[in-house]
């Protein structure tokens, strides 16, 4: 399984962004996903999850209200909509896919760039 982020950039505080996560190879394979980030000097955290079907999604704190995670799987992709972005949102964001066998994979990441 490959996972290619892309929708990154930079914007305004208050702005929004949509990142997208487009899967390849055996998408079959895959049960949940979910989007994390890491800013500079910190450790990577977790975003948002959506199970496989999509019915059931989870969120950090810090982005709940703000943050809306879905998934198209025929289309092989999950989105993060990201509103009311804040200076403090400012990251690498990585996809991350869990498979149904216990395989894990992770998307090259994404610069999302927040300024105040």
């Known amino acids: 399984v490959q996972l290619v982020e892309s929708g990154g950039g930079l914007v305004q505080a208050g702005g929004s962004l949509r990142l997208s996560c487009a899967a390849s190879g055996i998408t079959f394979s895959i049960n949940a996903m979910g989007w994390y980030r890491q800013a500079p000097g910190k450790q990577r955290e977790l975003v948002a999850v959506i199970t496989s079907g999509g019915g059931s999604t989870n969120y950090a704190d810090s982005v709940k209200g703000r943050f809306t995670i879905s998934r198209d799987n025929a289309k092989n992709t999950m989105y993060l909509q990201m509103n009311s972005l804040k200076p403090e949102d400012t990251a690498v964001y990585y996809c991350?896919?869990?498979?149904?066998?216990?395989?894990?994979?992770w998307g090259q990441g994404t610069q999302v760039t927040v300024s105040s």
């Open positions: 991350h896919a869990l498979g149904r066998l216990g395989g894990r994979w």
